[in-house]
Structure formats: structure tokens, C-alpha cells
Nanobody, 121 residues
């Protein structure tokens, strides 16, 4: 059974660094062709894709993100992480991690439950 679980602080002060981790169970994150993403949703608004790290370690970021963003992975722990520096209150969102499995041209999508992050002093 595939499960993704986000973890991290629920409250971060403005201009600080936000770090979130997604722990994946049900398949190694290095398995072809898994695509691991971070997605966030502001209150009352749509989803915003932040970036993706592929099964073989390539990373793509949403170029419209304002805060410096970094995605990384720890294959020994089957985790991938998100780091946002100099966060602002406008980045108070629910953050989700996601895994898309692509096999024979067909995508299967798995989501974490999401974690609420509030940026406030």
C-alpha cells in the first residue's frame, strides 16, 4: 500500500526557513518511473505546483515561486524534502507531497494528507 506522509513545523516566522519532509512507503523513491512533487494550496485558492524530483534525481521547479526553493531526497530513508527560505505570510498554505507512478504511459497519483503551515510572527 502506497502512503505519503508530510512532516514539519506548523508555524514558521517570516523570513525564516521552512523545511518539510515527505516519507514514502510502498516502493522505493528511486523506482522507475516515479515522480515526486511538492504542491501547496493557499486558503480558498487552487493548487500550486512547486517542484518535482524524479526517480533518477532530476529536479524541476516552478519558476514563478518567489521564495528560494530547494527539493532534495534521502534515498536511505525513502524521503524527499522541501526547503523554502525567507518565507512570507503569503506562504501560509497547506503543503502536500505527491507521487506519480508512470507505467506504460499511464499515470497513477498518490497524495499525502497535507500539512498546514502558518507563517506568522
Amino acid at each position: 500500500q502506497v502512503q505519503l506522509q508530510e512532516s514539519g513545523p506548523g508555524l514558521v516566522k517570516p523570513s525564516q526557513t521552512l523545511s518539510l519532509t515527505c516519507t514514502v512507503s510502498g516502493g522505493s523513491i528511486t523506482t522507475s518511473y516515479y515522480y515526486l512533487s511538492w504542491i501547496r494550496q493557499p486558503p480558498g485558492k487552487g493548487l500550486e505546483w512547486m517542484g518535482t524530483i524524479t526517480y533518477d534525481g532530476y529536479i524541476n521547479y516552478n519558476p514563478s515561486l518567489k521564495s528560494p526553493t530547494s527539493i532534495s531526497r534521502d534515498t536511505s530513508k525513502n524521503q524527499f524534502s522541501l526547503q523554502l527560505t525567507y518565507v512570507t505570510p503569503e506562504e501560509t498554505d497547506v503543503y502536500y507531497c505527491d507521487r506519480v507512478d508512470n507505467h506504460s504511459g499511464r499515470n497513477v497519483d498518490y497524495w499525502g494528507k497535507g500539512t498546514q503551515v502558518t507563517v506568522s510572527s
